[in-house]
């Protein structure tokens, strides 16, 4: 990795700058992640609709491409339905008033080299310079669960329902309102230190907490103390069943908290699919609560507290099955990026999680025996 003071950030006015940018979410998306969208494969070029309507951000080092992101702006009933209906965007319009903007943020990748470092953050920055010059002071992104604890350190919270999306999976919607300098105080958003301090508190957060009383129960860990978080956590994974038997029986307390305070935690509803066959995992995923459905082409069973799937951690191959949420359920995910910084921390703990996962090969669900009733019975 380069001199990070090196990093310089662009906004793609050419076309061979946009055409770089296709190349680098092909490289990312597709030839790494293994995502399944609908891209040309034969110019190997990654793009949608909405490249037309946004402003396309890139992060170069000695100019070599190394990120990217995307900014799209305008008032809530000019973006598509689909988009709308996903991030209830007429109830903000309610909240903002007559002719006012909202941003998305979306399409951010970054080269595996520079991940953990500054870019993002320096990406993000730009953002806030461009909404700061077009007076938006709300906007949204989506992220596939692993990736929680990273928007919610730069002042994003959640406020709605999970969707999916053809090639990306499961994504969390995000919303971050700039003018909640309290907010972004609290969770120590890099953010904080660039924006004009406002001594009223943010009307509109004040709304945004009445339309949407359910962003109150997602669990922040930027927000909860390590040890709370334990505490919360301390009964599904004291006395359950699968990981007692090898995961974290060995690891003393202040390495549990460690490895939990790492991680984050969601929610998902019935029809959920939060790993799909053939998708590569991020993480690894505890249920908290709930059911969750195991399948692969000649295996089904159901996984409840405590048990854990998709191993990302010692592995990064595709998944050979399939976990669906058959309702309302609560999950943990340890990302494979977090894990490593645990690895630096606590080498002999992680080493015994990757010998016991290794040494798994399979998941142990529990009972395989009739789905359909355990189905039932979720």
């Not at 055409?19 to 030839?31: G, P, T, V």
């Not at 991030?87 to 951010?108: C, M, Q, R, W, Y």
């Not at 919270?157 to 309290?182: A, C, Q, W, Y």
Request: charged share 20%; hydrophobic share 35%.
């Amino acid at each position: 990795m380069e001199n990070l003071n090196s990093i310089k950030i662009h906004i793609a006015n050419h076309k061979w700058e946009k055409e770089k940018i296709y190349q680098l979410r092909y490289n990312i998306f597709i030839e790494e992640m293994s995502k399944h969208c609908q891209v040309d494969h034969k110019s190997k070029q990654m793009r949608d609709d909405l490249d037309d309507q946004s402003i396309l951000l890139y992060a170069e080092c000695n100019s070599e491409l190394i990120g990217t992101s995307r900014i799209t702006m305008a008032e809530p009933k000019h973006f598509p339905n689909w988009l709308s209906n996903i991030f209830a965007l007429d109830k903000f319009e309610k909240i903002l008033g007559p002719n006012a903007k909202v941003a998305f943020s979306t399409k951010v990748a970054i080269v595996p080299s520079y991940r953990g470092s500054t870019v993002m953050y320096q990406l993000i920055a730009e953002h806030f310079k461009i909404f700061k010059e077009n007076n938006i002071n709300v906007s949204f992104s989506g992220s596939n669960p692993h990736l929680i604890a990273m928007y919610e350190r730069i002042g994003y919270r959640r406020f709605t329902k999970n969707f999916s999306e053809p090639g990306h999976g499961l994504l969390i919607p995000f919303v971050i309102i700039l003018d909640d300098t309290d907010y972004l105080r609290a969770v120590h958003s890099p953010l904080y230190r660039l924006i004009e301090k406002n001594p009223n508190r943010s009307i509109v957060t004040e709304h945004f907490k009445q339309v949407f009383p359910q962003t109150s129960y997602y669990i922040n860990t930027q927000l909860t103390k390590k040890e709370q978080l334990w505490e919360q956590l301390r009964k599904v994974f004291n006395g359950t069943t699968q990981t007692d038997l090898n995961l974290i029986s060995h690891l003393n307390e202040k390495e549990r908290i460690a490895l939990f305070n790492l991680s984050a935690i969601f929610t998902c509803t019935n029809g959920d699919c939060i790993l799909s066959n053939n998708e590569v995992s991020n993480g690894l995923f505890f249920v908290l609560s709930g059911s969750i459905l195991g399948e692969s082409a000649n295996q089904a069973f159901i996984l409840r507290n405590g048990q854990y799937f998709g191993d990302g951690l010692s592995q990064q191959q595709p998944s050979t099955y399939e976990f669906t949420s058959l309702n309302d359920s609560e999950l943990l995910i340890l990302p494979r990026q977090a894990f490593e910084k645990y690895k630096q921390l606590y080498p002999k703990a992680a080493m015994h999680i990757i010998t016991s996962l290794k040494n798994q090969n399979r998941l142990t669900p529990g009972s395989h025996s009739d789905v359909r009733r355990n189905r039932c019975e979720a």
